[in-house]
C-alpha cells in the first residue's frame, strides 16, 4: 500500500525556458541506419509523449540517443553528487523536464503522464494557467517545434526515490509564442 506516497513535480522548467530567446537547435547527428528497435524505456517515454502531442494535433518527436545520453549523464550526476537533487536548468541548451518522487515506482510513462497532468490548467485561447498554477511543463511536452526527445531515470538511495529527466530539441516555452 502506498500509503507514504510524495510527488514532486518541477516546476523550474516554466521559469528557466523563460530565458530561451528563441528556439535555438543543436543539429541532430547525421541519420543512422535505426533499424533496431528502441529501448523499452525509451519507447515508453516516446509513447507517453506522442500521445499528449497527438490529443493536441502536434506531430510526434523522435528519440535522440545524444539527449538521451545527456540526460543520463545528468540524472547520475545528480544522484551520485547533488543528493539526487532537480538539476539546475537554466544554462541548458535543450528544454528540459523533471521529476522528484519517493515511496513508488515510477514508469517512464507515469513520468510524462504527470507533466501531462498540468493540461488541465492550462488555457490555449490565451496561452496561459489558471490562477497560480503552472503549466510550462505541460506546454515543453506538446511543444510543436520541439523534435527530438531523450530521457534518463535514476534511483536514488533515499526513499528510495526517482529522479526522470527528459530533454527536448529545440527547446520550447519560447517567450511570445504558443506551444502549438
Ligand atoms: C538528501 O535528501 C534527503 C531526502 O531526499 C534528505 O533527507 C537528506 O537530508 C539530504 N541530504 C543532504 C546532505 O542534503
Ligand atoms: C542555476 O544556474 C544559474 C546559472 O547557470 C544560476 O544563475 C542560478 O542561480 C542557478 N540556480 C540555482 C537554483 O542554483
Ligand atoms: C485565460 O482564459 C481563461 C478562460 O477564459 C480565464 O479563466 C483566465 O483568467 C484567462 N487568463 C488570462 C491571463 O487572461
Known sequence: MANIFFLQFLLLISASSLTHISGQ??????????????PRAAQEFLDAHNKARAEVGVGPL????????????????QRDKQNCSFANLTSEK???????ASGMVVTPRMAVDSWVAEKKSYNYANNSCTGDDKCGVYTQVV????????????????GPATLTICFYNPPGNVIGEKPY
Open 25 to 38: 537547435s543543436v543539429p541532430p547527428p547525421p541519420p543512422t541506419a535505426a533499424t533496431t528497435p528502441l
Open 62 to 77: 523522435t528519440w535522440s540517443p545524444m539527449l538521451a545520453k545527456e540526460t543520463s549523464l545528468l540524472v547520475r550526476f
Open 94 to 100: 535543450y528544454g528540459g523536464n523533471q521529476l522528484w
Open 143 to 158: 511543444w510543436k517545434k520541439s523534435m527530438e526527445l531523450g530521457c534518463a531515470q535514476a534511483t536514488c538511495s533515499k
